[in-house]
């Protein structure tokens, strides 16, 4: 502890504790972007609402039990027999529809906001395709195809450049949600869904898929970074640019092409041309491998070629069985494509 | 032979008998108190099997990335505790209890199809057994088998053989196409003997609310179980012939089958709780001393229910891309069905109020039902605003609100039930003391795993997951989930205790403790196999009340 | 009185309840048109969808004879059973006999339909999504029908066999319920399948 925190007074270490207990980076409840901004808003009047309706029907339940309970020395004879009265029947039928006839009316209103926006003619166009278990990212208009590790562009609620991304599936079902910034959108095989951020804030936020899509499910894991438009634009130049083809790692490349790798990635600039696995061609510009869940270091890539089922059990990447040599120059070959 | 007032009752005989007689006249029964029995302790021996599978499942949640056990059986766990909890524990429990009571509450000898009734009971069973004999195909039981681990809706294409190889899909599908079978004939049991076996006098208006309500619900199982028991006719169809129902290689569709299951689902899910709700009817008003408040609009609300019912299920697919349109459409259906819903919440409130309550173990067990079933309600409120599905949905918080609803409401009165009807099917009671202690730790443990499961699912925690990363703030709050979990299994371990013991050993009951007023507990505790020595005539609701004041009877005032 | 009525307003002199037969196979029959319902729409949805293979109008001829045949049965089947009432037990064989023989004529349609489909037009189940919609909404109903010809023949065996009389038209009554419902069903494929289908 610091000298700082030593002096400070216990209850607001203690605020400071039950505040810590609430932070994640995934809450519904820090929007960080439209249409999360909407929802939230609407979570509120309907947590209210229902908050409301809690407290006077469980308040009246329990006065009731308090009130109306037998005590001892209380005769045994029963109480009155009451069997019912409309005024009342009626009263509670339309009470309660009134209530939900505003909550209807504002809830129908934030889906129509949503799902019926107009597209703005500088939207950026995203096309999300979900595997077992990495999602695939590409951006037709501009020429670039990634894995794993969404950049977007923070838009200016001014000029706004929103995001529409276009997803399916390359094979289960499966879920886009990153809370800060919108609500979750199932990618289904077969069938196109759209959905749409409107991000004001740089930063990374987090997420992950929110449909039991096999073994892995739990580690499909999303990271979304939104860059200012300057880095966007920075980010983009680079990931349309073809593989780095550093003289150095010449063994690896040598080894990565002759090896069963190409059949399912592809480096842009060579001959691997492979769909079924993440795109590599800048895979060392990436923070995390696995789709979100191991830090991209070329200490766990190694680990993660030899035998990835060991960091992600359920994984559709199969054990290489590469030597150690294969191993290392592969390694420094994939560490090496920025 | 006892008699009281104008009422007499007949002790069965008794003899000495082999035990293998005894175990012969089990499994050969046809009488539907047997067969009653039968169904409840069945589903009593699975509900202990995945409540293991539900703690296997919190212990491994308890810390993140804990290992547990591996990601392939945690999946096999979910949904094989989804899978038993709704068909071979729910299904059989509640219609175990109306098995028992329905011939009883409306003054017949049986139901209206003895054999049948038997048929539907051994073939669930046998669904049941067919589910668990994955766990020992495969790796074995250790590896959790071939035990399916497509989760208890088994989505679509990730149950085609070419996503799930092996057998373990079949086994589900067969398993849940079995107890499906059973629950049309015992519905179709239930519905024949409330509209052709009713003694004399007693209309449907004078029908206790407890066969009303499993009217309806057997209505609803005719329509709803078949669409699940096509859906997958289908997927079996599918994997075994090639076809391509739900092959999206072929042009088929992922989302056809979410539409079959949930018309199913969400039906399915009001059979469970009706029958709750009919417990809840009979018990409170027996321990306020009231009758229930308001019967017509009792009756009305249910069929509400049931109508409603069919018509909201596609709020489990806010997700899915329906389009604006079908989400307002969905949103509507869902908010209204909580308006019959509320009725009934109302009338159980105004039951209570004036009354002279007391807390016995059955009561105080359908109280905390009461506050129970309201926090489920208001969760399902939240869920309903479309929007808000969008966060919510597929998260934990959909899990608290669905546990608040199938063991904050639903367990909770089977325990009343339990507790108010074993007097009568055993003749004698279940400790008092026992049952404070099962409720009181049971309802500890409910309220930290489930009050709490609501955070990590507004803190973004999906469901289904095997383990989840540190960084996401959620590890606190599955300790203390998992936590609540072990005083949960307490409890129910007292439970068990309670009907083990009391079964020889528990103060006798004759045929009325409770001072009720339904014709189940006119006859003795338990009944004679016949029921009742001569039929019952009707004149009100509650003929034993009229009977008990004869100056003042219930047909004076209905 | 209705049904309805007589359950409501009834004094207990006169207790008169609904027939358990009848009720129970009402319950079974709404339970399995269900079942049914789900099939047609599956077929009515993928109807245009298949991304191969033969198509409805290719294939498909309106099968005359069989539904003739089995629209027939139903007809006979009521004959039958008002014969019984009648305790006409040898007038009922004939048109049990008849209606069993019209069942079989429509089975055999289908069967004769079924093999050219799969052999002159390789249309099967694992076709394309017509293939698999159509055998599974036809065969679940075949399947409907040759459970409903089975309890049909047994009786008939009784009923050649001298054994029935007017006791056991309650029974036959019931087991008719069934048998239209088969035939109902066959009314809402036939327009789905062959007319609007096509």
Redesign the interface.
């Known amino acids: 502890m610091t000298v700082m925190q030593m002096h400070e007074p216990w209850w607001r270490r203690a605020m400071q504790w039950v505040t810590d207990l609430f932070s994640t980076p995934t809450s519904i409840f820090s929007p960080q972007a439209t249409p999360a901004h909407t929802i939230f808003s609407l979570s509120m009047l309907v947590l209210a609402i229902t908050l409301a309706i809690f407290l006077a029907v469980a308040g009246m339940l329990l006065y009731a039990i308090i009130r109306f309970r037998h005590r001892a020395g209380d005769s045994n004879a029963d109480p009155t027999q009451v069997y019912g009265s409309n005024q009342i029947e009626v009263l509670w039928t339309v009470i309660p529809i009134l209530i939900l006839v505003v909550l209807f009316l504002s809830t129908a209103r934030v889906i129509s906001v949503t799902e019926q926006a107009r597209k703005p003619a500088n939207a950026l166009d995203v096309v999300v395709i979900g595997h077992q278990y990495w999602w695939e990212y590409r951006y037709p208009a501009l020429g670039v195809v990634t894995a794993n590790e969404l950049h977007l562009p923070a838009s200016d609620p001014k000029a706004p450049t929103p995001t529409y991304m276009t997803m399916s599936s390359a094979d289960v079902d499966h879920s886009f949600w990153v809370p800060n910034l919108a609500g979750k959108m199932d990618l289904i095989p077969n069938k196109i869904n759209v959905m749409w951020i409107d991000p004001h804030k740089p930063g990374l936020y987090l997420g992950q898929c929110a449909q039991y899509c096999g073994t892995a499910h739990a580690k499909m894991l999303i990271r979304v970074y939104v860059d200012s438009p300057a880095d966007f634009a920075k980010w983009i130049a680079h990931q349309k640019m073809a593989a780095e083809n550093d003289p150095a790692a010449a063994e690896g490349k040598l080894a990565f092409e002759h090896t069963a790798c190409v059949n399912c990635h592809t480096v842009t600039g060579t001959s691997a041309k492979g769909k079924f696995g993440p795109d590599l061609t800048h895979l060392a510009s990436r923070d995390t491998i696995a789709s979100g869940t191991i830090k991209n270091t070329p200490q766990n890539l190694r680990q993660w070629i030899d035998d990835p089922d060991s960091m992600k059990p359920g994984s559709l990447m199969p054990k290489m069985n590469l030597s150690s040599l294969e191993l290392d120059a592969i390694t420094a070959y994939l560490a090496s494509l920025h | 032979m006892q008699t009281a007032g104008a009422m007499t009752f007949d002790s069965p005989p008794s003899h000495p008998k082999l035990w293998l007689d005894a175990v012969n006249e089990w499994f050969t029964t046809v009488d539907h108190k047997r067969i009653g029995m039968l169904y409840i302790g069945y589903a009593l021996v699975f509900l202990l099997i995945a409540g293991l599978e539900a703690a296997v499942m919190r212990i491994q949640l308890a810390v993140p990335n804990n290992h547990f056990v591996s990601p392939q059986v945690f999946n096999r766990m979910f949904t094989m505790h989804g899978t038993t909890m709704v068909f071979f524990v729910g299904m059989p429990i509640l219609f175990g209890f109306g098995n028992y009571l329905v011939p009883l509450m409306i003054g017949a000898r049986d139901m209206a199809f003895p054999r049948l009734n038997a048929f539907s009971f051994w073939i669930s069973a046998f669904g049941g057994l067919l589910l668990y004999f994955s766990f020992i195909g495969g790796y074995g039981l250790y590896g959790a088998g071939t035990a399916p681990d497509v989760g208890w809706f088994a989505y679509a294409p990730l149950t085609a053989k070419l996503f799930s190889p092996g057998h373990s899909t079949d086994y589900w599908i067969l398993a849940v196409f079995l107890s499906g079978i059973g629950s049309v004939g015992t519905a179709l049991n239930i519905v024949t003997t409330i509209v052709c076996m009713r003694c004399k006098g007693m209309t449907m208006a004078r029908m206790p609310l407890l066969p009303w309500l499993y009217l309806v619900t057997s209505a609803m199982v005719f329509i709803a179980i078949g669409p699940l028991t096509a859906a997958q006719m289908m997927l079996g169809i599918d994997r075994f012939l090639g076809a391509h129902f739900f092959d999206v290689q072929a042009g088929g569709s992922a989302v056809l089958w979410m539409h079959f299951f949930w018309i199913f689902g969400h039906p399915e899910v009001y059979i469970l709780v009706l029958p709750a709700f009919a417990f809840a009817n009979e018990i409170i008003p027996v321990f306020s001393r009231k009758p229930i408040f308001g019967y017509s609009a009792m009756v009305g609300a249910t069929v509400l229910i049931g109508f409603i019912s069919l018509g909201v299920w596609a709020h489990h697919m806010f997700t899915v891309g329906l389009g604006p349109a079908g989400n307002t459409f969905f949103t509507l259906a869902t908010m209204i069905i909580s308006v019959p819903t509320g009725i009934k919440i109302f009338n159980w409130l105004a039951t209570l109020w004036g009354g002279k309550i007391r807390f016995a173990t059955p009561m105080i067990f359908s109280i905390a039902f009461l506050f129970q079933f309201l926090i489920a309600g208001l969760t399902g409120i939240m869920l309903s605003a479309a929007p808000f599905d969008w966060q919510l949905g597929n998260s934990y918080f959909v899990v608290a609100h669905f546990h608040f609803v199938l063991v904050g409401a639903i367990l909770y009165m089977i325990f009343a039930a339990f507790y108010y009807w074993f007097p009568k099917m055993s003749g004698r009671m279940l400790s008092e003391t026992l049952g404070k202690w099962h409720f009181w730790l049971f309802t500890i443990g409910f309220h930290l795993t489930f009050d709490f499961m609501h955070v990590p699912g507004l803190m973004g925690m999906p469901r289904r997951i095997y383990t989840y990363e540190a960084d996401r703030g959620w590890a606190v709050w599955n300790m203390i989930e998992s936590i609540g979990m072990i005083f949960q299994a307490a409890a129910i371990l007292i439970f068990v205790w309670n009907v083990v013991r009391s079964y020889r050993h528990g103060e006798e009951a004759g045929p009325d403790p409770w001072d009720a007023w339904t014709l189940e507990w006119s006859t003795a505790s338990p009944p004679p196999h016949y029921n009742f020595a001569e039929e019952p005539v009707v004149h009100s609701r509650r003929p034993l009340w009229d009977l008990k004041h004869p100056q003042a009877p219930d047909s004076d005032y209905e | 009185m209705s049904a309805y009525t007589a ?4 004094s ?1 002199d006169e ?1 008169q ?4 037969g009848k ?2 196979m009402i ?2 029959i ?10 047609v729409l ?1 077929y009515i ?2 109807l245009g ?3 191969s293979g033969p198509t409805p109008a290719e294939v498909l001829k309106l099968p005359v004879l069989g539904t003739v045949c089995l629209l027939s049965s139903s007809l006979t089947v009521h004959f039958a059973v008002a014969a019984l009432e009648r305790n006409e037990a040898p007038l009922s064989s004939l048109w049990l006999a008849l209606t069993v023989l019209l069942g079989g004529i429509f089975l055999a349609d289908t069967a004769v339909e079924w093999h050219e489909l799969i052999y002159e037009h390789g249309l099967t ?2 076709t ?2 017509f ?3 159509f055998y ?1 909404l036809v065969g ?1 109903h075949a399947s409907h029908v040759i459970v409903g010809l089975g309890m049909l023949s047994l009786v008939l065996l009784f009923a050649v066999a001298g054994k029935l009389n007017s006791s056991h038209a309650h029974r036959l009554h019931v087991l008719s319920y069934y048998w239209h419902f088969v035939d109902a069903v066959w009314v809402v494929v036939f327009i789905v399948v062959y007319v609007l289908g096509r």
């Open positions: 359950v409501l307003t009834q207990t207790w309840l609904p027939d358990k009720v129970g319950c079974l709404v339970a399995e048109a269900a079942i049914f319902i789900i099939f599956a949805f993928y969808k298949s991304l189940i694992r394309n999504l293939g698999t919609t599974s679940l």
